[in-house]
């Protein structure tokens, strides 16, 4: 990565829908982004050394979902996967940025990003053990609607042995209006969703 990333100052980036030809790249970055969340979920690679990526292939492929590729002075840097598309919540539920960008305020941007080309309410998950994910998504929450957002815990499906996700619900503001908690946050998704930071 250039100097620039570590000295803390915020490069341009370009926050893009992924496409075919970014499917290499995505396909790179996701045992990274496995790797990251294992420390906080327990997962283990399969027996052939990958880690699952059923996942990715349906960013990828779904009509329901679309991945973003997060680019820094023309390098891949990261990404974002938003689901629910057409329900009445945006979720994004799985976002990484690797490490030599990090804390320099490109995933907090690429958020705003993808968050700004989806109108209406959102919701992001993480976990309570990751506490660089913690900071991140309490400070972005604010960032994008001050302090009208909501936190709350929630079962992971499917999954009884781990702790609940903590889920940030928002909607953001349209400018010339005040901010509001969405009351339509009561649907809760059944999916895991997980981050790294």
């Known amino acids: 990565m250039p100097e620039n990333h570590r000295r803390g100052t915020v490069l341009d980036i370009t926050v893009r829908r992924a496409n075919a030809v970014d499917r290499p790249v995505l396909e790179r970055f996701w045992p990274l982004f496995q790797h990251d969340l294992s420390g906080f979920r327990g997962g283990l690679p399969d027996p052939d050394r990958s880690f699952r990526s059923?996942?990715?292939?349906?960013?990828?492929?779904?009509?329901?979902?679309?991945?973003?590729?997060?680019?820094?002075?023309?390098?891949p840097v990261g990404f974002a996967f938003v689901c629910s598309l057409a329900g009445p919540i945006r979720v994004l539920n799985s976002f990484f940025v690797v490490r030599g960008a990090r804390r320099v305020g490109i995933g907090s941007r690429a958020v705003r990003?993808?968050?700004?080309?989806?109108?209406?309410?959102?919701?992001?998950?993480?976990?309570?053990?990751?506490?660089?994910?913690?900071?991140?998504?309490?400070?972005?929450?604010?960032?994008?609607?001050?302090?009208?957002?909501?936190?709350?815990?929630?079962?992971?499906?499917?999954?009884?042995?781990?702790?609940?996700?903590?889920?940030?619900?928002?909607?953001?503001?349209?400018?010339?209006?005040?901010?509001?908690?969405?009351?339509?946050l009561m649907i809760f998704a059944t999916w895991p969703v997980a981050f790294t930071l």
Do not use: K, M
């Not at 779904?62 to 390098?75: H, K, M």
């Open 54 to 75: 059923e996942w990715l292939e349906a960013e990828c492929t779904d009509a329901d979902r679309v991945p973003y590729l997060v680019t820094s002075l023309e390098r």
């Open 113 to 184: 990003e993808v968050v700004a080309r989806h109108p209406g309410p959102w919701e992001v998950a993480f976990q309570d053990n990751n506490p660089p994910a913690v900071r991140f998504w309490r400070r972005v929450a604010a960032e994008i609607v001050g302090d009208a957002w909501l936190e709350e815990r929630r079962p992971v499906s499917g999954r009884p042995d781990l702790p609940p996700d903590v889920w940030i619900s928002f909607r953001p503001r349209i400018p010339g209006t005040r901010p509001q908690i969405p009351r339509s």
